[in-house]
């Protein structure tokens, strides 16, 4: 069993910064991760990626957050450095990773820019 705990979220003005955090836990090793990923989703929209770290640290982002989000990692702990936040951040921020071809997924973290 796979636990993932997302946290940091909260409400920001525009212009601020955020950092989440994700945090795996349970019957895996970290070297056994390979994707983790960052979503966000707003209500009424698709799930979209936001951002990707491959298991060798190779990233992509989604074009709206270049040069302003950060995605790290660090074993089974995972990283999105927010700033210069606008309100069209405003969404719930998921975690996922991948182990051996299988995904989990956190419970959401909410983030909200207020203009």
């Known amino acids: 069993q796979v636990q993932l705990v997302e946290s940091g979220g909260g409400l920001v003005q525009a212009g601020g910064s955020l950092r989440l955090s994700c945090a795996a836990s349970?019957?895996?090793?970290?070297?056994?991760?390979?994707?983790m990923d960052w979503y966000r989703q707003v209500p009424g929209k698709q799930r979209e990626l936001v951002a990707g770290?491959?298991?060798?640290?190779s990233t992509n982002y989604a074009d709206y957050v270049k040069g302003r989000f950060t995605i790290s990692r660090d074993n089974a702990k995972m990283y999105l450095q927010m700033n210069s936040l606008k309100p069209e951040d405003t969404a719930v921020y998921y975690c996922r990773i991948t182990i051996f071809g299988n995904a989990y997924w956190g419970q959401g973290t909410q983030v909200t820019v207020s203009s």
């Open positions: 770290i491959t298991r060798g640290g």
């Open positions: 349970g019957s895996m090793l970290s070297s056994s991760i390979n994707g």
